[in-house]
């Protein structure tokens, strides 16, 4: 079973710092994207930051410069690292990762693999920011 396993989340004053981390597990062939998005209370969710297999990465214009994305592909884990956290980044926050899948599969011709892909969510994480 593939799944994505978050950790990190809590509670901190304003300015402070916090750092999440996201693994994923099972058998999984590769890794297009892995991100962060965040959901405050009434609103939509939204893209925080997403790192790409090869190191490129985006951010939502509010976190630019406070917040870092990283990625340990070797782990299959991506970490966000918030500097100057403020009350408005107070969220639940979601990992997610676009996976590829390989599976074996019987065809007429006998046995063979086939690729899945596939979209991850974490089960989200819950930071708090006090001012």
């Known amino acids: 079973q593939v799944q994505l396993v978050e950790s990190g989340g809590g509670l901190v004053q304003a300015g402070g710092s916090l750092r999440l981390s996201c693994a994923a597990s099972g058998s999984i062939f590769s890794i297009n994207s892995m991100g962060w998005y965040r959901q405050a209370p009434g609103k939509q969710r939204e893209l925080v930051a997403d790192?790409?297999?090869?190191?490129?990465?985006n951010y939502v214009d509010s976190v630019k410069g406070r917040f870092t994305i990283s990625r340990d592909n070797a782990k299959n884990t991506v970490y966000l690292q918030m500097n100057s956290l403020k009350p408005e980044d107070t969220a639940v926050y979601y990992c997610?990762?676009?996976?590829?899948?390989?599976?074996?599969?019987?065809?007429?011709?006998?046995?063979?693999?086939?690729?899945?892909?596939?979209?991850?969510w974490g089960q989200g994480t819950l930071v708090t920011v006090s001012s």
């Open positions: 997610n990762a676009e996976t590829v899948l390989k599976k074996p599969y019987t065809s007429y011709f006998g046995p063979t693999e086939v690729y899945e892909y596939l979209e991850l």
């Open positions: 790192i790409f297999s090869d190191g490129r990465t």
